[in-house]
């Protein structure tokens, strides 16, 4: 472990030195996340992508993992995932953006969060209200 962190820590020096905006140049802790998950140690997991930032794939893993117990971790980084989702201007990603909001729906009310819950909702309306589609499907799913 110390290795590949003293290796992502080389390359992140490189990277900065190149300051290159290309994303296959971008270092971040998926590695370690991964091998974390694997091994079964969600805390470690959950250290290391905090420290270093991982892929998107592993956020999305790490908040399934954690909304049971921790759900105040899993809510903002569902709703970074549905603003990239929106992002991708498509009817599919607009369903599963309105499928994760369901989701932070449901963890933000157990929390006692309904408030919070409304006042995201009627800002991502209205940042997005330009998206017709997205606003329909979201019409429909009724959040």
């Given at each position: 472990?110390?290795?590949?962190r003293?290796d992502?820590?080389?390359r ?6 190149r300051?290159?905006?290309?994303s296959?140049d971008?270092?971040?802790y ?6 974390f ?8 997991a959950w250290k290391?992508a905090?420290?270093?930032g ?9 908040a399934?993992?954690?909304?049971t ?11 970074r995932?549905v ?6 201007k498509?009817n599919?990603?607009?369903q ?5 909001i369901?989701?932070?729906r ?6 006692g ?22 606003i ?5 799913k009724?959040?």
């Amino acid at each position: 472990m110390k290795w590949i962190r003293d290796d992502f820590e080389r390359r992140r020096k490189e990277t900065k030195r190149r300051q290159s905006l290309w994303s296959w140049d971008l270092v971040d802790y998926s590695l370690l996340v991964e091998i974390f998950l694997w091994e079964k140690k969600l805390a470690d997991a959950w250290k290391e992508a905090q420290t270093g930032g991982c892929s998107d794939s592993l956020w999305l893993r790490l908040a399934k993992e954690r909304e049971t117990e921790y759900p105040s971790d899993a809510v903002p980084i569902y709703q970074r995932l549905v603003e990239q989702e929106i992002q991708k201007k498509n009817n599919q990603s607009y369903q599963e953006a309105v499928d994760m909001i369901g989701l932070i729906r449901k963890l933000m009310l157990g929390m006692g969060k309904e408030e919070e819950f409304r006042q995201y909702l009627a800002e991502t309306e209205r940042q997005h209200k330009r998206k017709r589609n997205f606003i329909g499907y979201l019409a429909k799913k009724e959040c």
